[in-house]
């Protein structure tokens, strides 16, 4: 009976193989799945191929696994990279190494939400390289204006970032960014420390910026939605 299973899943074509391994949330399955077989490998290979959006949200992974999972999905645009309560192992080095992979230039959403293992070395390999990006959140890091300084010169599609508590962030960071990247629509600040008269010369740049939550302190009626 195992024998006749074993054939009848051997007989599926690699495309249904790749359509059932999509539906697979755990990278850890799809490992050990590529690991049956040459055929069962190209069927992994193709499930990662056909994702626009990738999370290694929850999962415990490292810079070597990560890179290597997204050199394999090619074609996604959203990347989330965020902390989990399981910790997240990704250094500079994941950066990277993600940053040299094909899919980088198509990106239009990063999230390093919380990732204590990075600095502005790894950011600004990314974003150099993630000339079409569109929102970024690099809040709960200990990057610096030279992050910023990066996205301002290299990011100018950039419509929304959030910086929650990145508190090694200036006055100068973000008036670069805002002076340089004129699609900005929306920034969280969020716990940062800087001054209030700050996010005035902000607004005096681009009147029609979001900056949560200092607009509605300044008595300015704003929707958020930036999370």
């Not at 990075?118 to 970024?136: F, M, P």
């Amino acid at each position: 009976m195992q024998a006749e299973m074993e054939s009848e899943i051997e007989r599926l074509p690699v495309d249904l193989l790749a359509h059932i391994f999509s539906l697979t949330l755990s990278f850890k399955d799809l490992a050990q799945a590529s690991g049956v077989c040459r055929k069962w490998r190209r069927g992994v290979v193709q499930s990662l191929a056909r994702k626009e959006r990738l999370s290694f949200a929850g999962w415990n992974v490292d810079d070597e696994s990560a890179s290597r999972v997204v050199r394999a999905a090619y074609n996604i645009t959203e990347l989330d990279v965020s902390r989990s309560c399981w910790g997240c192992q990704i250094t500079d080095l994941g950066l990277y190494k993600i940053s040299q992979t094909k899919c980088v230039g198509n990106l239009l959403s990063i999230s390093l939400w919380g990732v204590a293992g990075i600095t502005d070395k790894g950011v600004i390999q990314l974003v150099s390289r993630a000339n079409s990006l569109q929102h970024l959140n690099i809040g709960g890091t200990f990057i610096t204006d030279e992050s910023l300084y990066a996205v301002a010169h290299s990011c100018p599609h950039v419509k929304t970032i959030v910086l929650w508590s990145c508190r090694h962030v200036t006055e100068h960071g973000l008036i670069e960014l805002v002076n340089k990247c004129r699609k900005l629509e929306a920034i969280n600040v969020w716990g940062m420390r800087v001054p209030v008269d700050c996010f005035v010369s902000l607004l005096a740049i681009s009147p029609a910026l979001k900056i949560k939550p200092i607009t509605q302190q300044l008595g300015v009626g704003r929707i958020w939605p930036v999370a």
